[in-house]
């Protein structure tokens, strides 16, 4: 979908309830901005393109807060909030953990909770481990001996994989005869 107001893609679709009426807006980062930057001001400037992009957007948000939250990264996988809001996937569970301010009114939006309340996998039988405390710690070593190996500190190196070798043997289940 392209933006209203230019031919670039729209990365910020909003909806907006004006006395019963409701309205959405489809905008570029540049343009949602500039919208976020006119509700601030105070400004009440049409825009050029007809599109309805009139009166403020009631985003508790402004642009340059939505800047910083764009750079907030993972200490885990890496991923910043920006690459999340973009392809709309994270990047480790604990990204949960990391983000769990700004994501907690998305899954309440989405699921009506933030507690999960269906069956869980039987992760013992799929060779996956219980928690994601242990998966989260896997992924963090790694991360690790990416670094290492970058810095060219084999040894450590070394011993990051056979830490992560030894967890992920655990989580093996050896086929049933």
Same mark, same amino acid.
């Given at each position: ?24 807006? +489809?905008?570029?980062?540049? *343009? ?6 006119? @509700?601030? %001001? =105070?400004?009440? !400037? ?22 910083l ?15 999340f ?25 989405? +699921?009506?909770?933030?507690? *999960?309340?269906?069956r869980?996998?039987?992760? @013992?039988? %799929? =060779?996956?481990? !219980? ?14 001996m ?32």
């Amino acid at each position: 979908m392209k933006c209203q107001k230019c031919d670039k893609p729209a990365v910020f679709h909003i909806t907006e309830l004006e006395t019963g009426e409701v309205r959405e807006l +489809h905008l570029c980062e540049d *343009h949602a901005r500039a919208y976020l930057n006119q @509700a601030e %001001t =105070g400004g009440g !400037e049409e825009p050029s393109q007809g599109g309805g992009l009139t009166g403020p957007l009631t985003v508790g948000q402004t642009a340059d807060e939505l800047a910083l939250l764009d750079k907030k990264a993972c200490d885990m996988c890496g991923i910043t909030f920006f690459e999340f809001r973009n392809q709309g996937r994270l990047g480790c569970p604990h990204d949960y953990v990391q983000f769990e301010r700004e994501l907690e009114p998305l899954i309440s939006n989405i +699921h009506g909770a933030t507690r *999960h309340t269906g069956r869980r996998p039987d992760r @013992a039988a %799929t =060779g996956q481990p !219980e928690s994601t405390a242990e998966l989260t710690s896997v992924i963090g070593l790694r991360e690790a001996m990416r670094t290492a190996i970058g810095q060219e500190d084999y040894e450590r190196a070394r011993e990051l994989r056979d830490q992560i070798r030894d967890i992920e043997a655990r989580w093996h289940v050896p086929p049933k005869a």
